[in-house]
């Protein structure tokens, strides 16, 4: 079985599209990464890795949803005829968009709150 599972590795990863998938799955990944650095630097963490650390039920469905929209662009893209950049700059964006469902440890808005940040009426 290992065996199989090489031979399917290398024939995947032989050409032009193969590096390309290869490239939009390290891109979502540190496109996640990088949005914990984001909101490291925004002070809405103390370091890039609490944002991830601080709640993991999101963290986990964040992970998810980035593996669910990598497979879904690689299935709908016309990756084969992406050049390696375009493959980078895709799986950089969708790896930023799937860690928007990840709030961190960010706390819940009082009523009080709410209506101190909403505009005032004239």
């Known amino acids: 079985m290992m065996a199989t599972l090489q031979a399917a590795l290398a024939k995947a990863l032989a050409g032009p599209t193969g590096i390309n998938i ?17 909101k490291w ?6 370091s890039p890795a609490a944002w991830f650390t601080t709640n993991i039920k999101a963290t ?27 493959s980078l700059l895709a799986g950089m964006t969708t790896g930023l968009a ?6 961190g440890a960010r706390p819940e808005w009082t009523d009080a709150q709410r209506a101190a ?4 009426t004239p």
């Not at 490239?23 to 990464?33: E, I, S, Y």
């Not at 998810?64 to 709908?76: H, K």
């Not at 799937?98 to 709030?103: A, M, P, Q, V, Y």
């Open 22 to 38: 290869l490239l939009f799955f390290v891109a979502a990944g540190f496109g996640q990464t990088l949005h914990g650095v984001m």
């Open 98 to 103: 799937s860690d928007t469902i990840n709030k």
């Open 60 to 86: 986990t469905a964040a992970i998810i949803v980035n593996l669910g929209l990598v497979v879904a662009a690689i299935q709908l893209l016309p990756i084969e005829h992406m050049t390696p950049w375009a």
């Open 117 to 120: 940040s909403a505009p005032k």
């Open 41 to 46: 630097t925004q002070g809405e963490a103390s």
